[in-house]
């Protein structure tokens, strides 16, 4: 089992910045990718950024490229997503992922609890 824990969510303006972590523990963070997701009110949850487990290959939603960028820390088994630029429309809970099938943007094994964010105009 690996838990993944959350933080860093919070009230911001439009426009401005935050960084969300997830610190890992449990088993080996050896080997897996990890994902950020975010779930709106009344929205399906989807997928916003993953990275491979070396960190040498990162994939991004077309909404968000160029404002967020994701990254690890495997020393501290920690994943960052940072959010610059944020809009109203980022507005969500925001749920870090991980799991080991090989590729970023397979089927995600375990999550955290979530973060909210909340981008206000």
């Known amino acids: 089992q690996v838990q993944l824990v959350e933080s860093g969510g919070r009230l911001v303006q439009a426009g401005g910045s935050l960084r969300l972590s997830c610190a890992a523990s449990g088993r080996t963070f050896n080997g897996y990718a990890m994902g950020w997701f975010r779930q709106a009110p009344g929205k399906e949850r989807e997928f916003v950024a993953g990275?491979?487990?070396?960190?040498?290959?990162?994939y991004y939603a077309g909404s968000v490229k160029g404002r967020f960028t994701i990254s690890r820390d495997n020393a501290k088994n920690t994943v960052y997503l940072q959010m610059n630029s944020l809009k109203p429309e980022d507005t969500a809970v925001y749920y870090c992922?991980?799991?080991?099938?090989?590729?970023?943007?397979?089927?995600?094994?375990?999550w955290g609890q979530g973060t909210q964010v909340t981008v206000s105009s």
């Open positions: 990275i491979s487990w070396s960190g040498g290959s990162t």
């Open positions: 992922a991980a799991q080991n099938r090989g590729w970023v943007l397979a089927s995600y094994d375990y």
